[in-house]
């Protein structure tokens, strides 16, 4: 159960990224009053965790529908993490874990960033829609584990809400060597359990 709890936690917050969500918001959020913010990052903030918790309860059912097995999803995932953590360790920006260039021009010119690009693409991304469908799906029939995984994703989103709060203040606190050290460090784990999930998929394909 801690060790699934560990690498829940770790896939996670690499593919979530509160440091990276809140250092981006700060970024988008210039003008904005303290009281702006807050509720900014309120709405943002339960809007990103209703998408990742439905995605995480019938991602899996989904999947089954259009006839994709556990093999491919865990191959598949597995390649997906695997580029997320690859940028994490050069400290590139990934469209797949924040926003990319163009979305954030767009959302620079919105009033209302909550759903865009808050909520989705930069908390609930691909990376970690990807992420919570394939550690579901790896404790399928294991209720208990499958608990641990949702209270997992709910911490990780609380860290990210918090990280919102103080965003302004990370900002400055870490700097842009802060923020790449932390990437690098939770992109060498995550390139790791994104290999180990690669492993596993070929190995329950029958291909060898």
Request: glycine fraction near 10%; charged fraction near 10%; proline fraction near 4%.
């Amino acid at each position: 159960m801690l060790e699934t709890a560990v690498v829940a936690f770790t896939t996670l917050f690499a593919t979530i990224g509160p440091i990276d969500a809140a250092a981006v918001f700060a970024a988008l959020t210039p003008d904005s009053t303290p009281r702006q913010r807050r509720s900014t990052a309120v709405r943002g903030a339960l809007i990103a965790t209703v998408i990742l918790v439905l995605f995480a309860l019938l991602g899996k059912s989904l999947l089954a529908g259009l006839g994709i097995s556990l093999a491919a999803l865990r191959t598949a995932g597995g390649i997906l993490l695997l580029l997320i953590g690859i940028d994490m360790v050069f400290a590139r920006p990934s469209g797949s874990t924040s926003t990319t260039p163009a979305e954030t021009q767009e959302a620079s010119l919105k009033q209302d960033i909550a759903v865009f690009p808050l909520a989705t693409p930069l908390i609930a991304g691909p990376g970690a829609i990807g992420a919570v469908i394939l550690l579901m799906a790896n404790v399928e029939g294991n209720l208990l584990l499958q608990g641990v995984i949702l209270l997992t994703l709910l911490a990780v989103l609380l860290l990210t809400f918090l990280a919102l709060l103080g965003a302004g203040q990370i900002q400055r606190l870490l700097g842009v060597t802060g923020l790449h050290v932390i990437s690098r460090i939770f992109g060498v784990l995550l390139s790791a359990l994104a290999v180990q999930f690669i492993f596993d998929g070929v190995g329950q394909s029958g291909l060898f």
